[in-house]
């Protein structure tokens, strides 16, 4: 079963940092893009980052320049380290994978989502 798990939700201050990890574990044969997501209580989810397995990334514009997206393909491990952390970033944050699995099937997995919560 190919799943994905994240890591290193919690709270914080403002101004403070987190790095959430995901890791995909399961009977993988490639991983395509990897990404984090968001969604705030009253709101839709909305895309926070994603990295290619080629190392492009996208960012959110309220994002760019505090988060930094990245990647251990040999660990099937994403990664997202959030700096200047902001009261609105406060959030469930989601991984996203887009993958082949063993059976060569062309798959789109969640995360279970990890809290983030940032307040003084």
């Known amino acids: 079963q190919v799943q994905l798990v994240e890591s290193g939700g919690g709270s914080v201050q403002p101004g403070g940092s987190l790095r959430l990890s995901c890791l995909a574990s399961?009977?993988?044969?490639?991983?395509?893009?990897m990404g984090w997501y968001r969604q705030a209580a009253g709101k839709q989810r909305e895309l926070v980052a994603v990295i290619t397995n080629t190392g492009i990334t996208n960012y959110a514009d309220d994002v760019k320049g505090r988060f930094t997206i990245s990647r251990d393909n040999a660990k099937n491990t994403g990664y997202l380290q959030m700096n200047s952390l902001k009261p609105e970033d406060t959030a469930v944050y989601y991984c996203?994978?887009?993958?082949?699995?063993?059976?060569?099937?062309?798959?789109?997995?969640w995360g279970q989502g990890t809290l983030v919560t940032v307040s003084s």
């Open positions: 996203n994978s887009v993958l082949i699995d063993g059976l060569g099937r062309y798959r789109e997995i």
């Open positions: 399961g009977n993988i044969v490639s991983i395509y893009r």
